[in-house]
Structures are given as C-alpha cells and as structure tokens.
C-alpha cells in the first residue's frame, strides 16, 4: 500500500537549517506530483511548497520564499525540503503528501516534528 | 492570495445529528475545492475533492456541495469518528490556502 515516511526533524537552533526527506514506498513515485504541508502546535494547516513529477513547475508559500528549497529524486523515491534561516515562527509538525490529478493531497506522510528554539 | 473562511470555527452535535460547515473563498474559485477531516494526533485525510466528489471509501454520509465563492460540507447521521477538525481548501491558484478550521465536538 502507499506509504510516505518523514525524516529529519529535529530541535535546531533560530537561523539554524534543517533537510527533511520523504520517502515514498508502494506506488510509482514519479508518476505523482508532491507537497508539503505544515501545522504549528494547536494550529490549522498550512500549505507550503508543491513540486511537479519532474520538477519544472514549484511553488513555494511568501512565508518560506527564498528560505526553504523543495527538491525530489525520483530515483530514489524521496522528496526533500531544505530548510534555512529558520525561525520559532516555522515550528510545525511537517507533512509530505502526494496529489492527485494535480490539485488535491490523497496520500499523507505522519509528520516530522520540527522545533525551532534556542 | 485566496482567503478561505470557515464557519463556524467550532460545532458540538450528537451522534445522528446532521451537521454543516461552509466555506466561503474571497474570489470566484469555481469547484476547485476539497474537504479534509483531521483527528488528534493523525495526518489529514481527503474527503472531498472538486467541490463535490466524494474520494474513494469515504463514507456517503458526508457530501460537498457548491461553486464559485460559497461551499458547504454535509455530514449526515453524524458518527463518533466523525468527531474531528475540517478544513477546506483551494486549490484555483498558488499559494495554496485553507480554511482555519471547523472543530466538531461532542454535545
């Protein structure tokens, strides 16, 4: 069955970086276009980067612009989102997730758990 | 950006009630829309997408309805389970936005 694992969270330090991966088992990895979502604690869903089959189109929320990196390796089943300048507003539970004709998130990763504080 | 807005921000229901939330985008975002439910604890699960499809083995008791700026998500003979947060959310344009929330609790 599908399933997408989270990798990488951790305690990391304001201004500090962080590299989560995905990995993406039980289904054709490259045929699905990818993203990831966040949740601060006690907060609502936030969506915040999205990235095509084969990376020509991605998109990022302003608040992580030109801070965090969406990348995958289709070789390696994996997505990645680099992380940097990272501040205790970006404390979140991070989810991957996989889209389905393109716009909606069907398959969700459990959720990496990323605290930013010094 | 799409602001999508939720009401209420919270519900309590017994288990047969019927409940309703809308959500209401702040521009024309035709039925480009999807329902999540979300439980403590747990990743959020896709309901409903483009308005009104119902995702493969979700039950029939929940339904999406309308286009445009104003949505509504049905929960019909509410069940335990069903007790969780719901969320909408747009998917016309980027960025990518949700609703804040709609917390269905038990009365």
């Known amino acids: 069955q599908v399933q997408l694992v989270e990798s990488g969270g951790g305690l990391v330090k304001p201004g500090g970086s962080l590299r989560l991966s995905c990995a ?24 915040v980067s999205y990235i095509s089959r084969y990376s020509d189109a991605i998109y990022y929320a302003d608040s992580v612009k030109g801070r965090f990196t969406i990348s995958r390796d289709n070789a390696k089943n994996s ?14 539970v991070y989810f ?23 | ?29 035709r039925d480009f829309l999807a329902w999540y439910q979300q439980r403590p604890g747990e990743a959020p ?10 995702q493969s083995g979700v039950p029939s008791r929940f339904s999406g309805s309308g286009s445009g700026t104003d949505f509504t998500l049905t929960i019909s003979d509410l069940q335990p389970e069903d007790f969780a947060t719901y969320y909408c959310y747009q998917a016309i344009s980027f960025p990518r936005t949700f609703g804040q ?4 609790d038990i009365k």
């Open chain 1, 24 to 47: 993406g088992s039980g289904f054709t990895f490259s045929d699905y276009y990818m993203s990831w979502i966040r949740q601060a604690p006690g907060k609502g869903l936030e969506w």
């Open chain 1, 79 to 92: 997505l990645y989102l680099q992380m940097n300048s990272l501040s205790a507003e970006d404390t979140a």
């Open chain 1, 96 to 118: 991957c997730a996989t889209l389905i004709i393109r716009e909606y998130f069907e398959y969700w990763g459990q959720g990496a758990l990323v605290t930013v504080s010094s």
């Open chain 2, 1 to 29: 950006d799409i602001q999508m807005t939720q009401s209420p921000s919270s519900v309590s229901a017994s288990v047969g009630d019927r409940v309703t939330i809308t959500c209401r985008a702040s521009q024309g975002i």
């Open chain 2, 45 to 54: 699960k896709l309901l409903i997408h483009s308005a009104s499809t119902l």
């Open chain 2, 101 to 104: 929330g709609t917390k269905v």
